[in-house]
Each structure stands twice: as structure tokens, then as C-alpha cells.
């Protein structure tokens, strides 16, 4: 069974894996790891019986004792002539998990010296075999020796040890287990697969009755399975990519780990045909997410071709309803999950929830697009040249009322202008009136002042006069006589005693 796990997740990408790639890398580097072991394990049986019939083990860097028998060369010659003092560089590992090369232990004329941290095999001449840790220093005698390789795991990783009996135990790093051909078959090491929040992964295993159970493992974890236990592996449709856009192939998407994370992937659905016979290609964008794992194992081995499926015939059945015309004016309600009740229905029985489709567009064959592109740059010519004349319109029209306000504006300042005179005359002729008024009543005051004057200066004439008169009169003066004299055209002089009446005719007057 193979233990390499994808590290890739479920995620919808839209170019499609190579496929089988890696099973076959996989079990071309298994065969590289057997042949090597099995090499090995040859040759040590190929030399333990020699060394059990000759009593010499191969400890040299140079060819076995079995090659040097077949080639005629004399092993105790071999032996003496080309062993050195320390033991030769271990064989080739048989996988990753093999430790570095150290410094082994060294053996003399008689003992051999296992260094700390090595482990040895030791095989009597009777076959049996003994393990011996270092440090120690023992009689070689007729012994063969056979260093041990120690097979190491770091955390992230895990050793597979498979045993002869047919058992096989799994440990997981940090662990070290020594090769010991007696026991094992074989060591190897493979990485543990992370799983990421969010992440699963479907383990199937065998139970002693025979009978297969499954479990999922959520993540945050690093799983390395139990003996005979396998991960599900998924095969879904996925994009083929190239100049076909999103078309979705069969087992484009293979992985193991599921992602619960909200996903979306491009749906192109080719060859819908509206109700005028118009061959268009819808291009989608679904938003997808998984809610409930156990539905979907149970309910359909592809969701994404279910996905595919389902909303390509909610396509066609949507823009069958609709000529070419119609299909351009409603392409708004396929934004809106309620034109796609298959797609829904199907996801929720799939264990999916459908969050979105987004419609992206259309595509049309190039004979409808060049008449569309016909139409469209007609239909344009035509309301650039209506938006012209419109523009030549407003702008006469922005004339006219720029005109009209100019002269509504001039009248305006004529009238506030003729306004301001009228006011300037009426308030010059208010303040000539008043003026006038003025100058009037001070002349009739001056007038009057100058009257009252005269007329007290009269008054004091007068009296002054009659003052004067008075004295004369006192002096016994003629006041009539003197008044009169010289001054009157006629004078009438009436004398006597007594009342005495005079009539005097004005018309006989001369």
C-alpha cells in the first residue's frame, strides 16, 4: 500500500493536474527502494554462507567473498592484502530514512571495536546471529560482521516497518528503528500529511472481521495512518484550461483533503440556443461551500459535475424562454439564485450550499457577433448623431437664452438706470421746492421783519411828531395851520361856534 499522500486540497483550480503522474513516480522510487534491499539481502545470505563454509567473513571495501571464489582469487589473501584498519563505507541506503554516514569501528589482527551509537551484527559459524551495541570490543575468530543501518524519522515524518512475519507498524517521528535482516523486509519513511483548518481527509480501514470502516479527520492535525489504513481519493471534474476557457473534463481534479472553505470555480455552458435559434455561450461563476461531508460521500461520487449538470440545464432552460432580444433585456436575472432551483436542489441534496452565481457574460458564434457588432455600431451611429443634433440644439438654445437673459438684463439696468434719474429729478425737484419754500418764507419773513421795523420806526416817528406837535401846541402854535401850510391842494376852513355840518362832493373834486 502506497503511503504518499497529495498535500493539495479540494480547491477548485482551473488548470487541470497532470494526472498519474505521481503513482508513477511513486512506484518507480518503491521498485529503486526494493531493488537495492533485495541486492543486499542477497548478498549478505551469499555471504553468510560462504563465510559459514570458509569461516572468513568480507569486512574489505573490495568484491565479496563469493565474487573472489568464482573470479579464483584466495579470500585470506584478498583479506590481509586489502583490509585496512577501519571498516568500509556503509551500502547505498535504501531510502530517506537512513542515517548519515559515520566513522565505524575498526578491527585488529584478532578483535573488532564497535564505536558508540553503532549497532553491529555478529553471525557464528553456526548461524547464529548476535547484536552487539557499541561501544564494545570483542575476539573475532570466525565471525562475520555486518554493520546495521539505522533508519531515522523527524517530526512530520513516519517510519513504515514492515516485518517477515507479515506484521507492520507505523512510527511516527521523532523515531529510530535499526535493519535488522532477520526481522525486517523493509524500513521506509514517508511524510506525514498536514491537514490545515478548515481540511479533512476520509479514512477507510479493515477491521479484524473484515469489515470497512470509515472516519474523517478534521484538521488542525498531521495524520499518519494506522497499518492498512487508506485515504478516499476524489476525482472530480475540473477545468481543462487552454483555448476551450472553463470546460470542465472528467477527473481533472484529483486530491485527497477536502476543503470546507467557501469555493468558487467558472462555468462555461456552450451551445444553448435562445428561442429565435441564436447559439450563445453563458459564462458563470459559482460560489459554492461545504456544509455537511457525510450527505455528500453518500449521495454522489462528483459534485462538481452535479454542479455543472444542474446549472447548465437551468441555462437552457432559461434562455430557451427568451428570443435574442428578450435574453439581452432580462440577462440580469441570471445573477439571482431563483433561475437556477436544479443547481440549488442538487447541491443541498450533495451536502453543498450554493452562496452565488454571477453571470460573466455571453459569447456568440462570429456570424450572429458580426451582425450584433453591425447592429450595435448602427444603433450607436445613429444615437451619436441624434446626441449631435442634440448638442447643435441645446447649444442654440444655451444662445437664445444666454441672449434673452442678456436682454432681459439689459432692460433691466435701462429700467433701474431711467428709475435712479427719475428719483435723482424727483428728489432734485423736492429739494428745488423746498428751496424755493425756504427762500420764499425767509423773504416773507424778512418781509415782515423789515415791516415791523419800518412800522416802529414810524411809530417812533410818529410819536417823536406828536410829541413835537404837542409842545408846539403847548407854545400855543396853529397845529392845523401848520400842517397845512403850503401842503393842501384845497383848504376848507370851517369857523364858529356849535355843530356845524359839512358835505363834500369827491366828483367836483378837480
Not at 529503486?32 to 545470505?45: A, F
Not at 564494545?136 to 555486518?146: D, L, T
Not at 483548518?197 to 472516519?215: L, T
Not at 425737484?429 to 415791523?452: C, H, P, S, T, V
Amino acid at each position: 500500500m502506497d503511503y504518499k499522500y497529495s498535500k493539495k486540497a479540494g480547491a477548485l483550480n482551473e488548470v487541470a493536474p497532470q494526472q498519474n503522474a505521481a503513482p508513477a513516480r511513486a512506484r518507480a522510487s518503491s521498485g529503486r527502494r526494493q531493488e537495492p534491499m533485495q541486492q543486499q539481502i542477497q548478498s549478505s545470505l551469499s555471504d553468510l554462507d560462504f563465510a559459514e563454509t570458509t569461516g572468513v567473513s568480507n569486512l574489505g571495501p573490495g568484491p565479496s567473498s563469493l565474487t573472489m571464489l568464482r573470479g579464483g582469487i584466495s579470500p585470506h589473501a584478498q583479506t590481509v592484502a586489502s583490509t585496512p584498519h577501519r571498516t568500509p563505507a556503509p551500502p547505498a541506503p535504501r531510502s530517506a530514512a537512513v542515517a548519515g554516514p559515520r566513522n565505524r569501528g575498526g578491527r585488529g589482527m584478532f578483535y573488532y571495536t564497535v564505536n558508540e551509537g553503532e549497532r553491529v551484527r555478529v553471525i557464528h559459524p553456526d548461524g547464529h546471529v548476535e547484536i552487539v551495541d557499541g561501544p564494545k570490543r570483542f575476539w573475532i575468530g570466525s565471525k562475520a560482521i555486518e554493520h546495521m543501518v539505522q533508519n531515522v524519522a523527524h517530526p512530520g515524518e513516519f517510519l513504515i516497518v514492515r516485518s517477515r512475519d507479515g506484521r507492520q507498524e507505523h512510527h511516527a517521528g521523532p523515531a529510530s528503528v535499526w535493519f535488522d535482516p532477520k526481522q525486517h523486509l523493509s524500513i521506509d519513511k514517508e511524510e506525514a500529511l498536514p491537514i490545515a483548518a478548515k481540511e479533512a481527509v476520509v479514512v477507510y480501514s479493515r477491521g479484524e472481521d473484515g469489515a470497512v470502516a470509515r472516519r474523517v479527520v478534521h484538521g488542525p492535525a498531521m495524520f499518519i495512518p494506522a497499518p492498512g489504513e487508506w485515504l478516499h481519493t476524489f476525482s472530480w471534474h475540473g477545468s481543462k484550461g487552454g483555448s476551450d476557457g472553463y470546460q470542465k473534463v472528467p477527473n481533472a481534479l484529483v486530491f485527497q483533503k477536502l476543503w470546507f472553505l467557501p469555493d468558487q470555480m467558472y462555468h462555461d455552458v456552450h451551445d444553448v440556443r435562445t428561442a429565435d435559434d441564436a447559439v450563445l455561450t453563458i459564462r458563470l461563476m459559482l460560489f459554492f461551500e461545504l456544509v455537511d461531508l457525510p450527505r455528500m460521500l453518500e449521495s454522489t461520487h462528483d459534485p462538481i459535475g452535479d454542479f455543472v449538470n444542474a446549472a447548465t440545464s437551468d441555462v437552457i432552460d432559461f434562455t430557451g424562454k427568451h428570443d435574442f432580444e428578450a435574453f439581452k433585456r432580462n440577462t440580469e436575472k441570471l445573477n439571482e439564485l431563483s433561475a437556477y432551483g436544479q443547481l440549488v436542489s442538487r447541491a443541498e441534496q450533495c451536502g453543498y450550499r450554493i452562496n452565488k452565481v454571477v453571470y460573466r457574460g455571453y459569447g456568440a458564434p462570429e456570424s450572429l457577433q458580426r451582425m450584433h457588432d453591425e447592429a450595435i455600431e448602427s444603433r450607436t451611429r445613429l444615437q451619436l448623431e441624434r446626441a449631435t443634433q442634440e448638442q447643435a440644439q441645446d447649444l442654440e438654445d444655451f444662445k437664445l437664452g444666454r441672449e434673452q437673459a442678456r436682454a432681459t438684463k439689459h432692460r433691466a439696468e435701462q429700467e433701474a438706470t431711467n428709475a435712479f434719474d427719475l428719483a435723482e429729478r424727483d428728489k432734485r425737484r423736492a429739494a428745488d421746492i423746498a428751496d424755493g419754500e425756504a427762500k420764499r418764507r425767509f423773504e416773507r419773513a424778512q418781509r415782515e421783519l423789515d415791516l415791523a421795523q419800518q412800522q416802529a420806526a414810524q411809530k417812533d416817528r410818529d410819536q417823536a411828531q406828536r410829541a413835537h406837535l404837542a409842545s408846539l401846541k403847548e407854545l400855543g402854535v396853529d397845529l392845523t395851520r401848520l400842517l397845512t401850510q403850503n401842503r393842501a391842494d384845497r383848504v376848507i376852513e370851517v369857523r364858529g361856534e356849535g355843530q356845524t355840518h359839512l358835505h363834500v362832493d369827491p366828483a367836483r373834486e378837480p
